[in-house]
């Protein structure tokens, strides 16, 4: 059988504990792995070149700037898992909530705030969830996401997302779910694995839980997680929720999910993720 060739999107200078493993397992399943790096220098006839020769892409990159390396494979005729349509829904944290709540999945309360201050004070007067978690629409690791206790911190925040990104970009306000985070990793729409991430303070994600552990899985998130996969369309992706009343809320799902939430599972994840792809390109 031909050997398949892999591209490889990373952000790492120097390779990591993730790239070697990638390689490694890559080579043990008789798959070419072709690195696209982005952390060093760009040069388009060097990615024409390599592209010519994969008969798939993965990014393993969340940062934007694979965004473009994505879109530029798509344009040489690549296919790319994930495909860029993922950076216009669902990774935008709006159009995932309107979905949502179109599907019938539940989330935290949430509504998309006005560029205009005197408007996003009264929109949140009459939303009265306080605190209030605020949100750029986009966003990596945790970036663009604060807590506000009050309308002074509420503004304050805004004004400083506004100035950070040097341009007035969309923000969403939801309300504050004292919770632990529960991720789900999935893959091929198959649950491969759970994390119940403890939180130091009040953001759970990945960049800021340092403990991890199992949860069993109930039918209630079983539906949850069909449904998002369905109208999401992610091959790879990583689910974040909380828990409201005992109730599963859906907090968003991210395509280029951690898959070292467990060293012991670190390989098996990965493995996982190369069988699909190679079941993408046969």
């Keep these: 059988m031909k ?8 952000d790492s200078k120097i390779p990591i504990s993730e790239d070697k493993k990638f390689f490694k397992i890559a080579n043990k399943m008789n798959v070419e792995l072709l690195p696209f790096n982005i952390s060093s220098e760009i040069v388009q006839k ?21 965004e473009e390396i994505v879109k530029t494979l798509e344009i040489l005729g690549k296919k790319v898992t994930e495909p860029s349509k993922i950076y ?3 990774e935008d944290k709006w159009l995932f909530f309107i979905q ?15 560029l205009d201050l005197n408007s996003v004070k009264n929109q949140l007067n009459n939303f009265n969830h306080w605190p209030v978690v605020l949100k750029r629409v986009n966003g990596e690791r945790g970036e663009f996401v604060e807590k506000a206790n009050n309308m002074n911190e509420a503004i304050r925040i805004i004004k400083h997302f506004w100035k950070k990104g040097n341009e ?10 004292d919770s632990d985070s529960y991720r789900v990793t999935v893959i ?7 994390a119940l991430k403890k939180k130091v303070g009040w953001k759970a994600t990945g960049c800021y839980a340092q403990k991890f552990r199992h949860f069993k899985v109930d039918d209630d998130l079983k539906n949850i997680v069909e449904k998002l996969v369905k109208i999401t369309k992610i091959n790879v992706c990583g689910i974040d929720l909380v828990k409201k009343d005992s109730k599963w809320l859906a907090l968003e799902i991210n395509a280029e999910p951690s898959l070292k939430m467990f060293d ?16 993408q390109v046969y």
């Design 3 to 10: 050997k398949i060739v892999m591209g490889y999107i990373t």
């Design 188 to 194: 091929d729409g198959k649950i491969i694995q759970t």
């Design 46 to 66: 060097e990615i024409e070149e390599k592209a010519k020769k994969c008969d798939i892409i993965f990014n393993d990159s969340g940062f934007i700037l694979a």
């Design 88 to 90: 216009e829904f669902p």
């Design 168 to 177: 007035r970009l969309p923000i969403i306000a939801q309300e504050f779910i």
């Design 100 to 114: 949502c709540a179109k599907n019938n999945i539940p989330t935290p309360i949430t509504i998309l705030l006005s």
């Design 264 to 279: 012991c599972e670190h390989d098996k994840l990965i493995e996982c993720v190369i069988k699909s792809l190679k079941k």
